[in-house]
């Protein structure tokens, strides 16, 4: 087997998790999922944090905060992962892909501002 990502436990995590399962609480809800909302708000210095259940997700939620509508274009790098194009999407807008600098493979800022 070639282990590409393993579990990176440090603490109570496998306790946890075992809880959850053992008491039907694997979810989107739960009291752990409270806990982690109440301490990312507090991390954060915000009244509230939504846990998301992925990335995808969080991206769209974001987007449609921002006041993004249907036929915006949203600028973002080339190299990239499916969820944010499909987050962009979900929203009716448009993604447009902006080349990677082969020096820092970071967006082209040269290119962005030729946009």
């Not at 039907?24 to 909302?37: H, L, N, R």
């Not at 249907?70 to 807008?93: E, H, P, R, V, W």
């Amino acid at each position: 087997m070639l282990l590409l990502s393993g579990p990176n436990m440090g603490g109570n995590e496998l306790k946890y998790v075992t809880e959850c399962i053992e008491t039907g609480w694997v979810s989107s809800v739960g009291s752990y999922v409270d806990k982690m909302e109440k301490m990312s708000a507090e991390f954060a210095g915000t009244k509230y944090a939504v846990a998301t259940s992925c990335g995808t997700t969080a991206l769209h939620i974001c987007l449609i905060l921002m006041g993004v509508n249907k036929d915006d274009l949203i600028i973002t790098q080339n190299i990239t992962f499916i969820a944010t194009i499909n987050s962009i999407k979900y929203t009716g807008a448009n993604p447009v892909l902006i080349d990677t600098d082969e020096s820092n493979w970071q967006m082209d800022l040269n290119l962005l501002e030729g946009f």
